[in-house]
């Protein structure tokens, strides 16, 4: 059976794509053959895959909200890995980009672990997804979102890619947070690092809020996002702020502190190079996929299995080394941890008369979290030219499974950018907004040279 069958029965077997399904039909299934979030409650037939049992919402006995956060699954023994030598024998669970870099990225390994579904969120996010099931809509034109509760899944039992890679764009991390991070852009050519890109990253949107009423009481704000660099020294305090919206153009300000000026850059979007990345990036690449959608026609194509990054404690950890986790191609094989998951596939192809670097993305979304964990990214000629991957980790005290180390790796530079290297640096501060430590104001454009201190 090919991918082409697998995915359209799968389609079928969940009426979860263009099937006529009545709304509350699909709302009370949440809870019950599906997760209060629409994933499949339960297991596969192999047994590889593990019912979902509620997430491993529970802290380690002993650990304090800001201490180094343990690795629940540490004792964990690898089952097998995929390297050059067998990479074939796994491939129908593999992205193509990542089957490219097995064969292609010297040393370049998968280490596989038992499955954990570890991820859970709070009862009132489960109870507002349920509303959202019923009652959430896009607008006319199919990619804006018209209706939703925030602090919850917009659309659990997506008939869309548009609709699935909003399940992304709005999945929740709390409130807002305050995150330190590095970036590392290997030089080319080179066996080192390079410089240590370092950020402080603020984040808060209205519609993360459990009181949230809705897309009109966000004010027509997605989120709030603030970067302030620190290092190296030839760009400490640069700072770029952005105002992402549901339905016009972005909002961006930057700050070069050589100039000591703010200035708009309504250009800064879609596939407009991201700053200090050599080209590496381009901007809707941050978080994995941002901003509009409106250059792409969005195509749900289905489930698989597929192999991707999951419970990445090990690589998060802020009391690690820089030089134990970062590597000049690729994050270091012995901390990066994969597992098998269900994960929805999400086509994008540019639009007729539309410009963008990339004229094709597949996305894969984890069923447990909505969030892209793995991207191919696809040249004019129909070939893979970037593969971005990141995996997700509980924040007890959320509680939510959140993100932070991701890598973009480009095939035909065949050079790697990492990104939220949170090794030497602090454990993020995921309940900054929940205890008043982010606030609106933190966003405001007119304090934006005030906030980068110079």
């Given at each position: 059976m090919n991918l082409k069958t697998v995915l359209c029965s799968t389609m079928l077997v969940l009426g979860g794509a263009a099937g006529a399904a009545d709304p509350d039909q699909d709302a009370a299934r949440l809870g019950k053959d599906l997760t209060p979030v629409g994933a499949e409650r339960a297991g596969n037939k192999e047994g590889t895959i593990p019912a979902w049992t509620g997430g491993d919402m529970k802290a380690p006995a002993g650990w304090k909200t800001g201490a180094p956060r343990p690795d629940p699954y540490a004792n964990d023994k690898r089952l097998f890995s995929i390297d050059a030598s067998n990479?074939?024998?796994?491939?129908?669970?593999l992205a193509p980009g990542q089957t490219e870099m097995v064969k292609s990225v010297p040393g370049y390994r998968m280490d596989v672990y038992v499955t954990h579904r570890s991820c859970g969120f709070p009862d009132f996010y489960y109870e507002r997804t349920k509303k959202n099931a019923s009652s959430a809509r896009l607008a006319a034109n199919g990619q804006d979102i018209s209706e939703a509760l925030g602090a919850g899944v917009p659309f659990p039992i997506p008939r869309s890619g548009a609709q699935a890679i909003w399940n992304h764009k709005l999945h929740w991390k709390g409130e807002g947070f305050h995150i330190?991070?590095?970036?590392?852009?290997?030089?080319?050519?080179?066996?080192?690092?390079?410089?240590a890109i370092v950020q402080d990253e603020w984040e808060m949107s209205p519609m993360w809020s459990p009181s949230n009423k809705g897309i009109a009481d966000a004010n027509g704000v997605e989120f709030y996002l603030l970067n302030v660099y620190t290092g190296p020294a030839s760009i400490a305090g640069d700072a770029t702020l952005a105002q992402y919206n549901f339905a016009k153009p972005n909002d961006i300000?930057?700050?070069?502190?050589?100039?000591?000026?703010?200035?708009?850059?309504?250009?800064?979007?879609?596939?407009?190079?991201?700053?200090?990345?050599?080209?590496?990036?381009?901007?809707?690449?941050?978080l994995q996929f941002n901003g509009a959608l409106d250059r792409y026609d969005w195509k749900l194509a289905g489930k698989k299995e597929l192999f991707v990054p999951y419970n990445t404690y090990r690589l998060n950890s802020a009391a690690n080394k820089v030089e134990d986790v970062a590597k000049p191609k690729f994050f270091s094989r012995d901390h990066t941890r994969y597992e098998l998951h269900r994960v929805w596939v999400v086509e994008a192809t540019l639009k007729e008369g539309m410009r963008h670097t990339f004229p094709k993305r597949t996305f894969y979304l984890d069923e447990d979290t909505w969030m892209v964990l793995v991207e191919d990214m696809y040249d004019a000629q129909g070939k893979v030219w970037r593969t971005a991957e990141m995996g997700p980790y509980m924040a007890w005290e959320i509680p939510a499974c959140v993100w932070a180390a991701n890598s973009s790796y480009d095939h035909v530079a065949r050079r790697v950018a990492l990104d939220r290297v949170l090794a030497g640096r602090k454990e993020p501060d995921w309940l900054a907004a929940r205890e008043g430590r982010v606030k609106a104001?933190?966003?405001?454009?007119?304090?934006?040279?005030?906030?980068?201190?110079?």
């Open positions: 990479v074939e024998q796994y491939k129908d669970k330190t991070h590095a970036g590392y852009i290997p030089p080319k050519g080179s066996d080192s690092l390079g410089e300000w930057l700050y070069f502190s050589s100039q000591r000026r703010v200035r708009r850059a309504p250009t800064y979007q879609y596939d407009a190079p991201q700053l200090n990345t050599e080209n590496l990036l381009v901007v809707d690449q941050y104001s933190t966003f405001e454009p007119d304090g934006l040279r005030r906030a980068t201190g110079r």
